[in-house]
């Protein structure tokens, strides 16, 4: 049994139904925020699941110099919190400086420490002592068990509001899988696990100055995660893919993300009843 973490007016953890982190993987607009805010949050009412809107104001870790990063930490964090404010939702945005935490706590409901720098002792420390939950991803090079030394580096400062979020392993080059076994591993810390199914399905580096990806692949990763055993799932989602600014290869269409949480729903009932 994972801790209960209350985000809004729902909890994250113990044996409660699982709920949904989704948005773009940057803020690219308002009216893209917007329109995907919006579109999830009907979706994840009709379902009764509980929902935090994400978005990044800078992707500091793009492939390329060319890479689209977003609007910036001022810009990006008026936009997160007029969605806020707006819609009534609870918003998680990535920190990938020391100096940003401070920033962003003021805005976001949750912060979330990138894969790539979750063994960043500063970042994970200052992050931690914000006082705000904290979601840490397991980076691509690690296993599960290897996260348990982030999570002790964050509980030390006091704040028990951890999240563990797995997002695949690399395999070989360009190609990362899932061991569903991490996820139980990770879930015996006692945090609240999370499955991020779209960066899972990544192909880093595949189309050359950018990750390409198999985003096929996700309902069913999605079921099977439930199938084993997490509190929340982690989507990244598009009106048209095809035509977002970042990870345009691995993000699933808006109008797909009734029927994915749907299946995710009835297998986690089963798991959790």
């Known amino acids: 049994m994972t801790r209960e973490i209350p985000i809004g007016s729902f909890t994250i953890g113990g044996n409660k139904p699982i709920a949904l982190i989704a948005g773009p993987c940057v803020i690219e607009s308002r009216d893209i925020c917007f329109e995907i805010a919006e579109h999830a949050r009907a979706v994840c009412a009709e379902l009764g699941i509980g929902y935090v809107f994400k978005a990044s104001f800078d992707k500091a870790n793009r492939m390329s110099i060319t890479s689209f990063r977003g609007p910036g930490i001022e810009k990006g964090l008026d936009i997160l919190a007029e969605v806020k404010s707006k819609l009534g939702l609870p918003v998680l945005t990535d920190v990938h400086e020391v100096w940003q935490v401070e920033q962003a706590a003021a805005v976001a409901d949750i912060l979330q420490v990138p894969a790539f720098l979750c063994r960043q002792t500063d970042l994970v420390l200052a992050a931690a002592s914000a006082g705000k939950p904290v979601n840490f991803k397991k980076a691509q090079f690690m296993s599960p068990a290897e996260m348990k030394p982030v999570v002790d580096k964050a509980a030390s400062t006091g704040n028990s509001n951890l999240f563990l979020t797995e997002r ?48 096929q692949f996700v309902p069913h990763l999605v079921r099977a995660a439930c199938a084993v055993g997490i509190d929340a799932l982690f989507i990244e989602t598009h009106p048209d893919p095809s035509k977002a600014l970042s990870d ?14 749907a299946q995710a729903k009835a297998v986690d009932a089963i798991v959790k009843a």
């Open 168 to 215: 695949g392993s690399i395999f070989g080059y360009g190609n990362l899988v899932v061991d569903m076994r991490g996820l139980v591993v990770m879930r015996e810390f006692g945090y609240p696990v999370i499955f991020d199914a779209t960066h899972s399905v990544q192909r880093p580096g595949g189309l050359g100055t950018a990750s390409g990806g198999d985003p």
């Open 248 to 261: 345009a290869a691995t993000m699933i269409p808006l109008d797909s993300l009734k029927s994915v949480l």
